[in-house]
């Protein structure tokens, strides 16, 4: 995915008017979106169709499918149909649920991310246990493209050194949780942001920021 600034916004509002309002703010700058949870289930699978058809940009669904099979299959069609070009699935669920989206990817050519670890502090407890296992699940799987914490660099480190330098990592976490942009790209190729561009009276004006950041 070709991710103009390497940066990724993530859309969490809960109305259309206001992801409207924002996207339209930075789309100079920005040319991919991420459309989670809080959007969708307040505007529903419309709002990545809407988003994608007004700003004719990349739209990366973050439902975090994390189910059975052919559950997983079900939610990757529904949101391919809507015009997402790629979907974050969870990988502790194993290598047949992830499959499964694959395969739905493959069927609408459209991509699948892999989380990996996650940047919230009590990701530590579980998860980190089990992400580099994981990364090496997506390996074995042919999956080129990652979510990997920018809140913890020595993880993404790791990572990125399993998932090697021909895959694709993209990195919540930098602004609002702490992670640095210029610092998350020495090992990913984009970074996820949300509300320090999204909460901000000028989002703009922050975005530039990161890019002159990003540049130092
Ligand atoms: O902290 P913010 O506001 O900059 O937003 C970060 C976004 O990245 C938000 O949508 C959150 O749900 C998501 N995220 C994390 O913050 N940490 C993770 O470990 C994973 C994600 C995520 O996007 O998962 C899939 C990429």
Do not use: W
Request: aromatic share 6%; with cysteine.
């Amino acid at each position: 995915m070709e991710v103009k600034n390497k940066i990724i916004l993530a859309l969490d509002v809960n109305t259309m008017e206001s992801a409207m309002k924002i996207a339209g703010k930075v789309s100079d700058y920005i040319n991919t979106i991420k459309i989670g949870y809080p959007l969708a289930l307040a505007e529903g699978l419309e709002s990545i169709t809407q988003i994608k058809e007004e700003f004719d940009c990349n739209v990366i669904a973050d439902f975090k499918v994390a189910d059975i099979p052919e559950t997983n299959s079900k939610i990757a069609d529904l949101t391919f149909n809507a015009g997402a070009d790629a979907v974050i699935v969870h990988g502790f669920v194993g290598n047949d649920s992830v499959e499964a989206c694959l395969e739905s990817a493959e069927d609408h050519g459209k991509d699948v991310f892999l989380l990996t670890e996650m940047s919230h502090p009590g990701a530590s407890r579980f998860l980190k246990g089990v992400s580099e296992d994981i990364a090496a699940m997506g390996v074995e799987m042919g999956i080129k493209n990652y979510v990997a914490p920018a809140t913890k660099l020595d993880r993404l480190e790791k990572i990125r050194n399993i998932v090697g330098n021909d895959s694709f990592i993209i990195s919540p976490g930098v602004g609002a949780q702490g992670g640095d942009a210029a610092k998350t790209l020495r090992f990913a190729d984009a970074v996820i942001v949300g509300r320090s561009i999204y909460l901000a009276e000028d989002p703009e004006n922050v975005v530039k920021s990161i890019i002159d950041g990003i540049k130092l």
